[in-house]
């Protein structure tokens, strides 16, 4: 496996607090992703990230913000957890983001329920 | 916009049987595909991309432009293969969109 890490791996919450989500890479890998896992959804990218401090939205991310401070690090904050929020995170990272077909790399993901 | 989709969301063979899992996109660009697999307790990992033509544990996909597919094959399915399959799609941005996804369950 690619070193990549998230914590943490499970998460119980109530509707309305804030949640931080943290994915870890050693591998210096430029690009890092945030994607939620639904029944009936697939994979679908919350945030992604380019270079330190250089973050864009992806097709779901009302309701989330992200930072990333450190090349290694890339935090997905939810301000007010909502139900619909429940869902496992991936986090992702790859060496470069192009036409090339460039791989992936999945960390294990965090299981979050907003009750 | 993209679209990925994979009609079945369930799809059961016995092992030694071929097995097709299908992959259908839209998209108005040049399109790179990929399967991804996740395996039991396993994390999503890279199976095949249509870029480098391999052949992974057996399994093989083909681009079809014309029918805009990119169905994943196999001539004899094993019950090491039983897992969720993802088609996803590349665009110009390099941004990934998934299908839903397909579980394939192998019986012996």
């Known amino acids: 496996d690619a070193g990549i890490t998230q914590s943490p791996r499970h998460k119980v919450t109530e509707t309305g607090t804030p949640v931080t989500l943290r994915c870890h890479q050693t591998?210096?890998?430029?690009?890092m992703y945030w994607y939620r896992q639904d029944p009936g959804h697939g994979l679908r990218l919350i945030h992604y990230?380019?270079?330190?401090?250089?973050?864009d939205k992806g097709e779901v991310s009302d309701g989330y913000s992200v930072s990333r401070s450190k090349t290694e690090d890339f935090l997905l904050t939810l301000e007010s957890a909502t139900s619909s929020q429940t869902s496992v995170y991936f986090c992702?990272?790859?060496?470069?983001?192009?036409?090339?077909?460039?791989?992936?790399?999945f960390g294990p993901g965090t299981r979050l329920t907003v009750l | 916009a993209q679209r990925v989709t994979q009609p079945e969301k369930l799809l059961s063979v016995f092992k030694g049987a071929p097995v097709e899992l299908k992959c259908n996109y839209s998209?108005?660009?040049?399109?790179?595909l990929f399967w991804y697999v996740q395996y039991s307790r396993q994390r999503l990992q890279l199976l095949l991309r249509?870029?480098s033509r391999e052949s992974i544990k057996g399994f093989t996909a083909d681009l079809n432009k014309g029918e805009t597919s990119f169905h994943l094959k196999k001539p004899f399915a094993q019950e090491e293969d039983s897992a969720m399959y993802y088609c996803?799609?590349?665009?110009?941005?390099?941004?990934?969109?998934f299908g839903q996804g397909t579980i394939l369950t192998v019986h012996p």
């Open positions: 992702a990272i790859s060496e470069s983001m192009g036409l090339a077909g460039d791989t992936q790399y």
């Open positions: 591998e210096n890998h430029r690009y």
């Open positions: 990230s380019y270079g330190v401090k250089d973050t």
């Open positions: 998209y108005s660009g040049s399109p790179e």
């Open positions: 249509h870029i």
């Open positions: 996803a799609l590349s665009t110009s941005y390099g941004k990934l969109t």
